[in-house]
């Protein structure tokens, strides 16, 4: 089975991880190619350092800070404390010691030529992701960076959103998101084939907007899940009307979007085929026809076990929509 998933931040991760836990104990023969966000990169100190890659290869690669979500278990902070020590910023994005490994090699890598996808697989090599039968590749090899627009004491101004999303925890509300230089990009290589050939395409609960949504925004992205033959099903991000976690709803906010399940599928209604929602919002399965094919059933991901149930429900929602997915 060829799965397909386009995935950003700790949720998109953690669904991963129990999509390849589900497929394990199940004896499913998969191959699954995920679609990572980019546009949260950020250059600090340097060296570029990428969020959403990195979250998905710790969290699968069994490296991941479990309380947290994102960066290494077993970190340690020296480098930051010298950083302070000399007052170099910013103090409100603290790379530790095992995860500024992570970015001194990227941006050796890159330095000497490689794309973003050379460098990529070569720090899934170092976590055996391919073992596991995963393939991690970049929305795009070239730069695109997340800005928000925002109004404060400081007046009007443009922020990267690793500034808006932690030191602000997006208390400030967000006039304009924007992902700069998407519009002239280019999907990275065996991204439109990796939708086009699958014989499933899965929407995790990543942040509809900042993750999901600037995949969307790659040139080709949309067009290939139009035209896939497989079906493509999303997990809601949104639980009776609130993120299952982050600040997804500030993000949903400033596009005009209500925080529900629904108003969260309609972002996606030109291609999607199936959408699991949360037994809290089962009144929108209710007697729904057309597509999107809705379905319900507890979504939290409390634990591995959990999760690889939700990614059961989404695969056999898949294999229910398989024989009538026509292209558009």
Do not use: K
């Amino acid at each position: 089975m060829r799965i397909t998933a386009l995935a950003g931040g700790v949720g998109g991760a953690r669904f991963l991880r129990g999509l390849l836990h589900h497929v394990r104990a199940a004896g499913i023969d998969a191959e699954v190619t995920v679609v990572g966000n980019t546009a949260d990169d950020i250059t600090l100190h340097g060296l570029r350092v990428c969020p959403d890659l990195d979250t998905v290869v710790y969290t699968l690669g069994g490296g991941i800070h479990e309380s947290q979500g994102w960066g290494r278990a077993d970190e340690r902070f020296t480098v930051a404390e010298e950083f302070a020590a000399y007052g170099e910023g910013p103090d409100w994005f603290t790379l530790g010691d095992r995860d500024l490994a992570t970015h001194v090699v990227r941006t050796r890598l890159l330095g000497q030529g490689l794309t973003l996808s050379e460098v990529t697989a070569r720090l899934c090599e170092r976590w055996r992701l391919p073992e596991l039968g995963v393939r991690l590749l970049p929305m795009s090899d070239e730069r695109v960076e997340t800005h928000v627009e925002i109004e404060d004491a400081e007046g009007l101004r443009a922020i990267h959103f690793q500034e808006w999303w932690v030191r602000l925890h997006a208390t400030v509300p967000a006039r304009r998101i924007l992902a700069l230089g998407i519009e002239s990009e280019r999907p990275a290589p065996g991204v439109l084939d990796a939708i086009r050939t699958a014989d499933v395409v899965l929407l995790p609960p990543s942040n509809p907007v900042v993750s999901i949504g600037t995949i969307l925004g790659v040139p080709g992205v949309r067009d290939a899940l139009r035209g896939t033959r497989a079906p493509v099903v999303g997990v809601s991000p949104i639980i009776g009307g609130a993120p299952v976690r982050g600040m997804a709803d500030a993000c949903l906010e400033a596009i005009g979007v209500e925080t529900t399940a629904g108003a969260v599928a309609g972002l996606y209604e030109d291609f999607l085929d199936g959408w699991l929602v949360d037994t809290s919002d089962a009144d929108l399965a209710a007697g729904r026809p057309g597509r999107p094919v809705v379905r319900a059933r507890p979504l939290f991901m409390s634990d591995v076990d959990a999760t690889a149930a939700i990614a059961s429900a989404a695969l056999d929602l898949a294999g229910e929509l398989a024989p009538d997915r026509a292209p558009a």
